[in-house]
């Protein structure tokens, strides 16, 4: 069991940058995968970043790469999400979530969810 809380939404232009943090409540932070997921309005959820449970494996959605990096601090319990060169297609509400277990790059099996933190890009 797994509690998350995420924080670092905005509102940025184009070509701006926000860097996203989610704080896990758990003893066992390294037994988990992590990952960002992110939700607009009429669409459905999607993956956008995932990481391995000591942060040297990642994986991200074609539309982000190249411009936002997934990282986590395991000595703090945080996951980050910096995302730079934002356009308006990236406006959504943005989720972390947890899958307990050995990591694999698939954006399945999270059990575990935030409550979500918005970010809108204009143009």
């Known amino acids: 069991q797994v509690q998350l809380v995420e924080s670092g939404g905005g509102s940025v232009q184009a070509g701006g940058s926000l860097t996203l943090s989610c704080t896990a409540s758990?003893?066992?932070?390294?037994?988990?995968?992590m990952a960002w997921f992110r939700q607009a309005p009429g669409k459905e959820r999607e993956g956008v970043a995932v990481?391995?449970?000591?942060?040297?494996?990642?994986s991200y959605v074609d539309s982000v790469k190249g411009r936002f990096t997934i990282s986590r601090d395991n000595a703090k319990n945080t996951l980050y999400l910096q995302m730079n060169s934002l356009k308006p297609e990236d406006t959504a509400m943005y989720y972390c979530a947890a899958r307990w277990g050995s990591y694999y790059a698939r954006f399945t099996d999270f059990a575990y969810w935030g409550q979500g933190t918005q970010v809108t890009v204009s143009s």
């Open positions: 758990t003893n066992t932070y390294t037994s988990y995968s």
């Open positions: 990481i391995s449970n000591g942060g040297a494996r990642t």
